[in-house]
């Protein structure tokens, strides 16, 4: 694992928010949250500091960090793509899209491309079931999605 | 205290309000089963996260069934532990449990010692009806202590031990569901994450998942090898417990009976640790002397307290966490890091034996003195000091390996000049055993009277952090004591607060010291096991002639003869050490 250099600013706003929850240690998942909003993703050097500001180990941060699914030491791409496989979107073939998105960028869902281009992940219901199955690109909304449809909708990212 | 009232297999019992089905039933014979659930009584530790479920029993009128170890009592329960519902449930349990572990019981390390195999034996397992998915993580190997999570069951004991006791924080559950284990931050290995090898985590293992790094292999080649001469030292705390291995009752003392089996096992020299435990003595004892009249002079960069440094757990301990401190500790060797150089340096020399050509080995109740032998600085051209560390466990194995009866050998002399040693070499195996023993002999040096009542009684015990004022002729000495790493950390706090009223601490980094260690017999939770060893070596320090360090006949020919004089060049050079700061960058790599 190469080390990264989080942001000094980022950091020092981290700490304000430690402060805000008294840096006591059963408030390890709020921290979390805001971690996350802050820097997008939880880096080992992120987990580092917030072990060090609660005064708790390591490990058990990365416990907690690998035990809920909200939690991600991946850092999303710059067009993060979700795909819903909400009942409607799923009987109307999502998985068949999925599975062509994860060919297309050779990567599985939670994972970033080598370039950071591109995230995958999967939702539940955007309230768009008309348009199933839907995909969305940052906050654009791309319904009756094909297989077939997927390249078009990478290569409009990709120039 | 509130008491209440229940029954349990139809037989009644009146126990304390908030006691547990399982120590209320314990307390009338009824020994309910337990995996997860560990106890050392009298010693403030516990683990009952009520995971595995084993310890399930009936209470009436309650719908599901309820975890022994960790459901209260109440007024009127009644409890049936053995009902048809719950031997069955608890097979089930057992069975599941088993579905995904590996079944290499005949090659695995704690074969005969493990006690998923001992509960499968217990409740009749003859099949494995379901056959689950195998986990398949990666073998981590480190200096001292192997993981092998594929066959951790979850129970969570190494990581109580490893947070709570010890504060060391290496080990935590990480991950969810199947993919769940015990691991390291990141799931890195263990010899990147801060881990002081103290080897709690082994001791405590119902399992092999967690084993120590067998080097028997390796000596068993030395005493092969005819071109070697193969030294052994022994660690005062193995004398009180190897004995276990061979049916004995714990406390029994076999230090005659393992020096004829070293002896038999090939060995040219049997030494004993215990004479450089009393040369630490010398150095450690000259070093708080030396450190306390330059205070007492006025000297404002003395650091005081002065703390120990024989445990080597401990050592990492402060390495990683109180780098601030480096200059605290006594720059003292352990006992197996002086032991090495005296025997390479003096003995081998004096015989016309090229270092490289002597082979030293150390028996020790520890798994941490696996990784200290290793350390770079106690290595000349790559030559270790100490070659190999074997456990007390390893040796009892190479005891059964060689066909020894031990049972039945008689009582031997360790060999000289390496292997004469006091009372107070003998006392380092307990906890406030290393300080009672620099104590003895500080006392004459400091006031040049004689000590008349060796025993320190009010340095012993096992209570977590103790505390006694000592009267060096008028002088009060304040000394402190520490056992498992947890407790030291809160002695080392109020150092590093400057709060520390203390002269002198000292610290080992298992709980009861040495003969709770890491390498010792498994206990399965018996703290009287421990108890029993230190009551046995009180009786080998009462039974010793000479009981203070500096009257040890041969200590003081080796400094007439070789050192010169306590914290002199030599001694700098061969028996004392430097510390490194580990706290940065353990887990991410450059």
Redesign the interface.
């Given at each position: 694992?190469?080390?990264i250099k989080l942001s000094e600013k980022k950091i020092e706003e981290l700490k304000v928010v430690c402060k805000s929850f008294n840096n006591d240690k059963g408030e390890l998942i709020n921290v979390l949250h805001s971690a996350q909003s802050i820097f997008g993703y939880l880096p080992?050097?992120l987990?580092?500091v917030i072990a060090k500001e609660l005064n708790?180990?390591?490990?058990?941060?990365?416990?907690v960090v690998?035990?809920y699914s909200f939690f991600t030491m991946i850092p999303k791409g710059e067009h993060p793509i979700s795909i819903c496989l909400g009942t409607a979107c799923y009987v109307r073939g999502a998985e068949k899209v999925l599975e062509e998105f994860k060919r297309v960028l050779k990567i599985q869902v939670g994972e970033t491309t080598a370039d950071g281009k591109f995230s995958l992940s999967c939702l539940r219901c955007v309230g768009a079931c008309g348009l199933a199955p839907v995909v969305l690109v940052g906050e654009k909304v791309y319904g009756r999605v094909s297989p077939d449809g997927v390249k078009d909708i990478v290569a409009e990212y990709n120039n | 205290m509130e008491m209440v009232k229940l029954t349990i297999d139809g037989k009644m019992v009146e126990v304390e309000k908030d006691t547990t089905i399982l120590k209320a039933a314990k307390t009338i014979g009824i020994d309910i089963p337990t995996l997860c659930y560990f106890q050392l009584k009298d010693m403030n530790i516990e683990n009952r996260p009520g995971g595995c479920r084993i310890c399930v029993v009936e209470v009436v009128g309650r719908r599901n069934l309820a975890p022994a170890c960790s459901t209260n009592v109440s007024k009127d329960m009644v409890v049936n532990t053995h009902s048809i519902r719950v031997l069955n449930a608890r097979r089930t349990v057992l069975e599941l449990i088993l579905s995904d572990h590996p079944a290499e019981c005949l090659t695995c390390a704690k074969s005969g010692y493990c006690e998923l195999q001992t509960m499968a034996q217990q409740l009749g397992v003859r099949e494995l009806p379901f056959q689950g998915e195998q986990s398949t993580y990666r073998k981590d190997t480190s200096p001292a202590i192997i993981r092998d999570v594929d066959k951790c069951i979850m129970c969570r004991r190494c990581e109580m031990m490893c947070?709570d006791v010890q504060t060391?924080?290496?080990?935590?559950?990480?991950?969810?569901g199947f993919m769940a284990v015990v691991?390291?931050?990141?799931?890195m290995n263990l010899e990147k994450?801060?881990c002081t090898y103290c080897g709690q985590c082994v001791s405590v293992c119902p399992t092999g998942a967690l084993t120590e790094v067998d080097h028997s292999r390796n000596v068993i080649n030395a005493l092969a090898d005819p071109a070697k001469t193969v030294v052994v030292q022994t660690a005062p705390a193995v004398r009180a417990a190897l004995g276990e291995e061979f049916g004995l009752a714990p406390g029994t003392l076999v230090t005659g009976k393992m020096v004829a089996a070293l002896r038999r096992l090939g060995f040219n020299y049997v030494f004993d640790t215990d004479f450089a435990a009393d040369l630490t003595i010398m150095e450690e004892g000259s070093e708080l002397l030396d450190r306390l009249t330059r205070y007492l002079k006025g000297d404002k960069t003395v650091k005081l307290p002065i703390l120990t440094s024989c445990c080597p757990g401990w050592v990492n301990f402060f390495e990683h966490n109180f780098p601030d401190l480096m200059d605290v500790p006594s720059t003292a060797k352990s006992p197996q890091q002086m032991f090495g150089p005296i025997a390479k340096e003096y003995f081998g020399k004096k015989l016309g034996i090229d270092r490289k050509n002597m082979i030293v080995v150390s028996i020790m109740p520890c798994l941490a003195k696996k990784y200290e032998c290793q350390r770079d600085e106690f290595k000349v051209d790559g030559d270790p000091d100490v070659n190999y560390s074997l456990s007390t466990r390893e040796l009892a194995h190479l005891i059964k390996f060689a066909n020894i009866d031990f049972n039945s050998l008689p009582d031997e002399d360790f060999d000289n000049p390496l292997g004469e040693s006091t009372g107070a070499g003998v006392i380092f195996a307990n906890t406030g055993g290393v300080i009672e023993a620099a104590c003895r002999t500080a006392y004459e040096l400091y006031t040049g009277k004689k000590l008349e009542k060796v025993e320190f009684n009010e340095l012993r015990g096992l209570e977590n952090i103790r505390h006694a004022t000592l009267d060096f002729n008028g002088l009060p000495i304040n000394i402190g004591i520490a056992h498992g790493l947890g407790n030291a950390r809160k002695l080392l706090e109020d150092v590093q607060a400057g709060k520390s009223l203390f002269h002198a601490i000292e610290i080992m980094a298992c709980p009861g010291g040495c003969i709770g260690g890491g390498g010792q017999p498994f206990h399965h939770g018996d703290s009287e096991i421990i108890k029993q060893r230190a009551a046995a070596i009180y009786r080998e320090d009462v039974g010793k002639p000479i009981r203070k360090s500096h009257e040890n006949p041969f200590i003081i020919e080796l400094y007439k003869e070789f050192l010169g004089k306590p914290l002199g060049e030599k001694s700098h050079q061969l028996l004392h050490t430097h510390y490194f700061d580990k706290s940065a960058g353990?887990?991410?790599?450059?």
């Open positions: 694992m190469a080390k080992a050097e987990q580092e708790v180990s390591v490990a058990h941060v990365y416990g690998t035990f | 947070n060391v924080g290496a080990l935590s559950a990480v991950n969810r691991a390291p931050a990141f799931e994450s801060p353990t887990f991410v790599d450059e």
